[in-house]
C-alpha cells in the first residue's frame, strides 16, 4: 500500500516511523511532501522514505493521502491535489477545525474523507488518536487507516461531534500535563531536590500513574482514594489543589480549547 503525507513536520515523522517500525507499511511504499527542504532531507535520511517537493505527485501517487499541514494551508493544499484526487484514494485530516463536510464541498463529494485527531506522544509510539469518516468512506476505508495509526499508539473511532472535545482531552493536552510536570520539578527543585532528578520523579510518575488507570481500569478518584491517608501528607496537598481551583482551572482550559477549535 502506497501512503503520501503532504506535510513532513514533526508530527508526521512521527506517524511515518511507527507505521514503519510497526511493520505495516515499508520504508519505499511511504512518499512525503514539504516545502521546506531541510524537513524533507531530515525525513529522507532518518526514515529511507521518497520524498518530493510536489504536492501533487504525493496526492496522485498514494492510496492514503495524509494532510499533515497546519489549518491555514488546508485551502491552499486542497486547490492544488484535487483534480489529482480519484475515487478510490482515501484522504485523512489531522487538524483541528476541518469538518467532514468543509472537507467534502473542498475536494468534491464523491471523495472518501476520514477525519482524525491524533497527539504528539505518536513520536515515542503512545499517541491517541481519534477517528470519523464521511459517507463515502467505508468501514472497511476506516479500518484500515486506525490499523495504520495502531502503529504509533490507540486509536478510537467517535461520533464527529466529539472531535472538538477529542483536540481538547488528547490533541491540546499534552501540553498542559507538560505543564504540570514542570511544576512537579519545580516544587521539588524548591525544596531542594536538583531539577534533573525532579524532572525524572515527576515524569516517571505521572507516566506510572497514567499506566495504573489504564491497566487497573479503576476510577481516577478510587486511585486517588488509595493515595490519601486519613491525616496525611497527600490529602493535604489535595485540600490545597481544590482550594485554588486545580481541577476547575483544567476544565476551564479545555473548554477554551474546544471553543477556539469550533471558530478554525
Do not use: W
Amino acid at each position: 500500500m502506497k501512503i503520501g503525507f503532504i506535510g513532513c513536520g514533526n508530527m508526521a515523522k512521527a506517524m511515518m516511523g511507527g507505521m514503519i517500525s510497526s511493520g505495516l507499511v515499508k520504508n519505499d511504499e511511504v512518499i512525503a511532501s514539504d516545502a521546506y527542504a531541510p524537513m524533507l532531507e531530515n525525513a529522507k535520511k532518518d526514515l529511507n522514505i521518497n520524498v518530493t517537493n510536489d504536492n501533487k505527485l504525493v496526492a496522485s501517487q498514494s492510496e492514503v493521502v495524509v494532510l499533515a499541514v497546519k489549518p491555514h494551508f488546508y485551502d491552499t493544499v486542497i486547490n492544488e491535489i484535487a483534480s489529482v484526487i480519484n475515487e478510490n484514494t482515501i484522504i485523512v485530516s489531522i487538524a483541528p477545525g476541518q469538518s467532514l463536510e468543509k472537507l467534502s464541498k473542498q475536494f468534491g463529494n464523491n471523495t472518501k474523507i476520514i477525519r482524525t485527531m491524533p497527539n504528539t506522544p505518536a513520536m515515542v509510539c503512545e499517541g491517541m488518536t481519534a477517528a470519523c469518516r464521511n459517507d463515502i468512506a467505508t468501514d472497511a476505508d476506516l479500518e484500515k487507516v486506525c490499523s495504520l495509526f495502531n502503529g504509533f499508539g490507540k486509536t478510537s473511532v467517535v461520533k464527529e461531534s466529539m472531535m472538538d472535545a477529542v483536540v481538547s482531552v488528547s490533541g491540546s493536552s499534552p501540553a498542559y500535563v507538560y505543564m504540570f510536570i514542570e511544576a512537579l520539578a519545580d516544587g521539588a527543585v524548591l525544596d531542594g531536590m536538583p531539577r534533573d532528578m525532579a524532572y525524572q520523579f515527576a515524569a516517571q510518575t505521572v507516566y506510572g500513574s497514567a499506566k495504573m488507570v489504564m491497566e487497573t481500569k479503576m476510577h481516577p478518584g478510587a486511585l486517588k482514594d488509595m493515595v490519601c491517608s486519613p491525616g496525611g501528607t497527600t490529602i493535604e496537598a489535595v485540600r490545597v489543589l481544590e482550594k485554588t481551583g486545580f481541577r476547575s482551572s483544567v476544565m476551564e482550559a479545555m473548554s477554551a480549547c474546544v471553543k477556539k477549535a469550533r471558530s478554525m
